[in-house]
């Protein structure tokens, strides 16, 4: 029964301990990246003044209402100088005052209204394109700490085996030097490099403490050590270069603004019609010759056309032509360091890919080494140094080994964000 029990126990450990460790994809940590960004809250702000800016420009459409007051003194004013006998005509006073009420309504504007509305999207949109090239930017930040935890994690892998094989290599020693068929300083070199192993996963073990930490802070994720982090699996993209990236994009989202302020600034000449009131009271009225406060009115409709205007629009058109060449330039040559930028990227890949052929030989063939090396050692007929030696140059060929297939696979990875594919 006691043993059901301590079995029971064990097994209820075992499953709280799986379910508190986590899988973590790099997907996940991109998405956890730019849910944490504060910036973020941009997209909701810049949505928020899009429409308070187009709720403002639809107020183009609506009656505007202004009050206006003068009072003014004049020098002279209009006089009659003819006396007819029996008609008395009053002097207009040279104190003048009005308060008026003006009311304006447009009826037709050229379309001005409705394409500063297309502009102000066009903003939208280029505020969101430039959070994009923030998030791509954080998405390089995510890809070297995730890549260097799970190097480090391997660094530790290989480096636990080593410690494990120089424990069991340095029991075997301490039996060889009780039987007298090994010396007591090839103990100790044994002993120093179970030591270097140690520290040296020490040392590990806090660089990834610092790479999770780092990560922990861009994500608001809590990764622990015995959380698996996927190595993800990755393919090029098609050989046909199609720049995605968002720098490239936010350019052309540029230019299609140009389009629409160059429309724009040519509307700003096409006529407009609006129909107007006036109501007021003040003295002389509208009846110059009554020179008492009186109330008046007046409804109309008026017309405006900038039938000439030296060629400013012209100009401004030819500006927005200008500033478009510039992007087209400005594409061109991000175009050109782009593909530098893959050819270089691509010559990392295919020197992974060459470098783990080659790896893959040197472990099998050291590994071949080290035992032939580990027998003679328990034999007496070479040195615990000679030993330690062709065991350091394993270590080091796994550990290559497993940086150039993490490499690949970074460089895959970089190769596809260069081009705007992740």
Same mark, same amino acid.
């Given at each position: 029964?006691?043993?059901?029990?301590?079995?029971?126990?064990?097994?209820?450990?075992?499953?709280?301990?799986?379910?508190?460790?986590?899988?973590?994809?790099?997907?996940?940590?991109?998405?956890?990246?730019?849910?944490?960004?504060?910036?973020?809250?941009?997209?909701?702000?810049?949505?928020?003044?899009?429409?308070?800016?187009?709720?403002?420009?639809?107020?183009?459409?609506?009656?505007?209402?202004?009050?206006?007051?003068?009072?003014?003194?004049?020098?002279?004013?209009?006089?009659?100088?003819?006396?007819?006998?029996?008609?008395?005509?009053?002097?207009?006073?040279?104190?003048?005052?009005?308060?008026?009420?003006?009311?304006?309504?447009?009826?037709?504007?050229?379309?001005?209204?409705?394409?500063?509305?297309?502009?102000?999207?066009?903003?939208?949109?280029?505020?969101?394109?430039?959070?994009?090239?923030?998030?791509?930017?954080?998405?390089?930040?995510?890809?070297?700490?995730?890549?260097?935890?799970?190097?480090?994690?391997?660094?530790?892998?290989?480096?636990?085996?080593?410690?494990?094989?120089?424990?069991?290599?340095?029991?075997?020693?301490?039996?060889?030097?009780?039987?007298?068929?090994?010396?007591?300083?090839?103990?100790?070199?044994?002993?120093?490099?179970?030591?270097?192993?140690?520290?040296?996963?020490?040392?590990?073990?806090?660089?990834?403490?610092?790479?999770?930490?780092?990560?922990?802070?861009?994500?608001?994720?809590?990764?622990?050590?015995?959380?698996?982090?996927?190595?993800?699996?990755?393919?090029?993209?098609?050989?046909?270069?199609?720049?995605?990236?968002?720098?490239?994009?936010?350019?052309?989202?540029?230019?299609?603004?140009?389009?629409?302020?160059?429309?724009?600034?040519?509307?700003?000449?096409?006529?407009?019609?609006?129909?107007?009131?006036?109501?007021? @009271?003040?003295?002389?009225?509208?009846?110059?010759?009554?020179?008492?406060?009186?109330?008046? @009115?007046?409804?109309?409709?008026?017309?405006?056309?900038?039938?000439?205007?030296?060629?400013?629009?012209?100009?401004?058109?030819?500006?927005?032509?200008?500033?478009?060449?510039?992007?087209?330039?400005?594409?061109?040559?991000?175009?050109?360091?782009?593909?530098?930028?893959?050819?270089?990227?691509?010559?990392?890949?295919?020197?992974?890919?060459?470098?783990?052929?080659?790896?893959?030989?040197?472990?099998?063939?050291?590994?071949?080494?080290?035992?032939?090396?580990?027998?003679?050692?328990?034999?007496?007929?070479?040195?615990?140094?000679?030993?330690?030696?062709?065991?350091?140059?394993?270590?080091?060929?796994?550990?290559?080994?497993?940086?150039?297939?993490?490499?690949?696979?970074?460089?895959?990875?970089? @190769?596809?964000?260069?081009?705007?594919?992740?």
């Amino acid at each position: 029964m006691k043993k059901v029990f301590v079995f029971l126990l064990f097994w209820i450990l075992q499953q709280g301990t799986a379910q508190t460790n986590q899988v973590v994809t790099l997907d996940d940590c991109y998405t956890a990246a730019i849910n944490n960004y504060p910036n973020i809250r941009q997209l909701d702000l810049n949505v928020q003044m899009n429409q308070l800016n187009k709720q403002n420009l639809q107020t183009n459409y609506l009656p505007s209402l202004n009050l206006n007051g003068q009072a003014s003194y004049q020098s002279d004013v209009t006089k009659v100088p003819i006396n007819v006998p029996g008609i008395n005509i009053p002097t207009i006073a040279k104190d003048w005052y009005a308060l008026n009420l003006d009311i304006e309504q447009m009826i037709y504007d050229g379309g001005l209204t409705n394409s500063m509305k297309k502009v102000e999207d066009a903003d939208l949109g280029i505020a969101h394109q430039k959070l994009q090239i923030e998030f791509y930017q954080l998405k390089e930040q995510v890809n070297q700490l995730y890549f260097g935890i799970v190097l480090m994690r391997k660094t530790m892998e290989i480096l636990n085996v080593l410690k494990k094989n120089l424990e069991v290599t340095v029991a075997e020693a301490e039996v060889a030097y009780e039987n007298g068929s090994l010396l007591g300083s090839d103990v100790d070199a044994l002993r120093v490099e179970y030591h270097l192993a140690l520290q040296q996963i020490v040392e590990k073990k806090e660089d990834m403490r610092a790479l999770m930490a780092s990560l922990q802070v861009l994500t608001d994720l809590t990764i622990s050590s015995a959380d698996q982090l996927v190595v993800p699996e990755v393919k090029l993209a098609e050989d046909q270069f199609l720049n995605n990236r968002p720098e490239y994009l936010l350019m052309g989202m540029q230019q299609t603004k140009l389009e629409m302020l160059s429309a724009l600034t040519k509307e700003k000449r096409r006529p407009k019609f609006m129909v107007f009131g006036q109501a007021g @009271y003040g003295r002389p009225g509208y009846d110059m010759l009554n020179d008492h406060f009186d109330s008046y @009115y007046k409804v109309g409709a008026r017309l405006h056309w900038n039938i000439w205007d030296w060629n400013q629009v012209r100009r401004g058109v030819l500006v927005l032509k200008v500033q478009n060449e510039i992007i087209n330039t400005q594409k061109q040559s991000f175009d050109q360091h782009l593909k530098v930028e893959l050819e270089s990227k691509m010559a990392a890949i295919r020197k992974a890919e060459q470098l783990i052929t080659t790896d893959e030989i040197i472990v099998g063939l050291q590994q071949n080494v080290v035992n032939t090396a580990h027998v003679q050692l328990k034999n007496g007929t070479i040195t615990a140094t000679h030993y330690v030696i062709e065991l350091n140059k394993q270590v080091k060929a796994q550990l290559n080994l497993e940086a150039h297939k993490l490499q690949l696979i970074f460089s895959k990875y970089q @190769y596809n964000i260069a081009l705007g594919n992740l």
